[in-house]
C-alpha cells in the first residue's frame, strides 16, 4: 500500500464527517473503547460503499507537569527552547497539559462492501446502533483510500471534546 501524498492526506481530512458521534466522551480515570463504523464510497466502482467496522481505544489521559513537559519535548532542540521552557516553568504554577493515549488495533476492523447508495448504508448502521443503545459508537462518512487518516481524525476530535471535562475531574479530585 503506497504512502499518501500531501495533497491525499489534506483530502481525507477535510473530508472526514462526523454522522453521529458518541453521546460520551474519553473517560478521564480509564480505557475508553469507541467502536466505529467508517463509511466510504469506493472511487472505482459505482454504487458500491464500503464499511469499516472496528474499535478505538483510548487510554486515560495522563497530567504532564511543565517540568516533566521539558524532558519530553526538548530532545534536538536549541537554547532558544530551552530558554522558553524555563519561563514556561518559573510562570506556569497551574498549567497542567493532558496527554491522551490511543490504540489502533487493525485486527479489531472488519469490511464489507454494500451495494446501496452512502444514505440507506448509513440509514442501516444507524438504526443497528440505536437497537444495541451502544452510547460509545459512531457513525463517519470519509474517503476509501485515506480512512485511518479519517480514523485520526475523528479520534483528534475526541480529544478535544473530552479535554475540557478531563481538566475538571482531575481538578475536583486535587489532582490539578
Not at 8 to 28: G, K
Not at 141 to 154: A, H, P, Q, S
Not at 156 to 170: L, V
Amino acid at each position: 500500500m503506497a504512502m499518501l501524498d500531501e495533497a491525499s492526506f489534506q483530502y481525507a481530512i477535510e473530508n472526514t464527517q462526523v454522522i453521529q458521534a458518541p453521546e460520551r466522551r474519553i473517560d478521564t480515570f480509564g480505557t475508553t473503547t469507541f467502536r466505529f463504523y467508517l463509511v466510504s464510497e469506493l472511487m472505482d466502482s459505482v454504487g458500491q460503499v464500503r464499511v469499516r467496522d472496528g474499535r478505538l481505544h483510548a487510554e486515560r489521559p495522563q497530567i504532564i507537569a511543565p517540568g516533566h513537559l521539558q524532558r519530553l519535548l526538548l530532545d534536538g532542540f536549541g537554547e532558544r527552547a530551552e530558554q522558553f521552557m524555563s519561563w514556561l516553568q518559573d510562570h506556569s504554577s497551574h498549567l497542567a497539559i493532558l496527554k491522551y493515549g490511543f490504540q489502533f488495533r487493525k485486527t479489531d476492523v472488519t469490511e464489507t462492501v454494500a451495494h446501496n447508495s452512502v444514505e440507506e448504508v448509513v440509514q442501516k448502521i444507524k438504526d443497528q446502533i440505536d437497537y444495541s443503545e451502544d452510547p460509545l459508537s459512531a457513525i463517519l462518512l470519509g474517503v476509501d483510500e485515506g480512512w485511518e487518516v479519517c480514523l485520526l481524525k475523528f479520534a483528534s476530535d475526541m480529544i478535544q471534546e473530552s479535554s475540557g471535562g478531563n481538566m475538571g475531574d482531575f481538578r475536583r479530585r486535587g489532582l490539578l
